[in-house]
């Protein structure tokens, strides 16, 4: 039953925004550019999220008190 609740919810959330943007069309303009920079803001975190775990995660470098010492 959760599968069809989160169903319904995505489908309702679709309408909500095909709805607006339906009724946004005389300023279609400010539309797509609100849309774009929504579009590339998502993109960029999607992006970061997924690139800087595996960045800070170095499996080859040695373990720091083994290099200065602090035994």
């Known amino acids: ?6 169903a319904l919810l995505e489908a309702a959330f679709f ?3 095909c709805a607006s943007i339906h009724a946004m ?3 279609a303009e400010k539309l797509t550019a609100v849309l774009i920079a929504a579009v590339v803001i998502l993109g960029s975190i999607v992006t970061l999220a997924s ?3 595996t960045a800070a995660i170095d499996r080859d470098a040695p373990d720091p008190p083994a290099v200065y010492g602090f035994e």
């Open 1 to 6: 039953m959760v599968l069809a609740t989160s």
């Open 15 to 17: 309408t909500i925004g």
């Open 25 to 27: 069309r005389p300023h």
């Open 51 to 53: 690139v800087i775990p």
